[in-house]
């Protein structure tokens, strides 16, 4: 089976540019949640998505928005590029938003590396 | 607010060495408690998680953790550490969503 897919992995682009991020989640997982993990840090929440509806977000400003597809593929978008957004974005899958079990588990895929210039 | 505090950034160890790293977290509330482990250029993997029952938890390659709720702890163990070791580990708390660690870089030494 295969796991958490992300694309690009890496990419540069420059201050004020806009960029998006995709996620395929694993089969049969429903929820995709969005982390930037800056070096030398733990990943940092940015949205989860369940059944195509935003069920969180993190202290992320306006210019981060993201959407699931009906086939739950995740994009997120990231709009008039800071230097400060260059870090790594990590997506993660998980059976749903709730508490129980599977729910609780994420899946991470590698990831994508934006660079901001 | 809940938050997660890995006291050791670094914690270098001679191979075959056993291994302890740190994890405490603060919340009032029930919470799940994970290990991930991050190779280079690589995501987080899942070594292990406390959602109930026993407070000994059994991970992947060895690892195995302890909650302690009177102490608000999770610390990660291995008796034996190995070259492959080598890498970034996260701890992390869930209730509403995920908050992780600044993490832990451990450093096998030959």
């Known amino acids: 089976d295969a796991g958490v897919t992300q694309s690009p992995t890496h990419l540069i682009k420059t201050r004020g540019q806009q960029v998006t991020l995709r996620c395929s989640p694993i089969?049969?997982?429903?929820?995709v949640s969005w982390y930037q993990q800056v070096l030398g840090q733990g990943p940092q929440f940015i949205f989860q998505?369940?059944?195509?509806?935003?069920?969180g977000r993190g202290n992320f400003p306006d210019r981060f928005s993201a959407r699931q597809f009906p086939n739950y593929s995740s994009e997120l978008n990231v709009n008039a590029l800071l230097l400060g957004d260059s870090a790594l974005y990590l997506c993660?899958?998980?059976?749903?938003?709730?508490?129980?079990?599977?729910?609780?588990?994420?899946?991470f895929g590698a990831g994508s590396r934006l660079t901001v210039l | 607010a809940q938050s997660v505090t890995q006291l050791d950034s670094q914690v270098p160890v001679f191979e075959e060495a056993p291994v302890e790293l740190r994890c405490n977290y603060s919340?009032?509330?029930?919470?799940?408690l994970f290990w991930y482990v991050q190779y280079p250029n690589q995501g987080l993997q899942l070594l292990l998680k406390?959602?109930?029952?026993?407070?000994l938890v059994k991970g992947i390659n060895g690892f195995e953790a302890e909650f302690n709720k009177s102490q608000t702890s999770f610390h990660l163990r291995k008796p034996s550490v190995h070259i492959s070791d080598t890498a970034e580990y996260f701890c992390?708390?869930?209730?509403?969503?995920?908050?992780f660690g600044t993490g832990t870089r451990l450093k096998v030494l030959a």
């Open positions: 998505y369940y059944e195509k509806e935003e069920r």
């Open positions: 919340s009032s509330v029930s919470v799940y």
């Open positions: 993660a899958s998980s059976l749903g938003p709730g508490t129980y079990s599977g729910a609780n588990v994420l899946t």
């Open positions: 089969s049969g997982h429903k929820s």
């Open positions: 992390a708390v869930r209730s509403k969503e995920y908050i």
């Open positions: 406390y959602l109930s029952g026993s407070t």
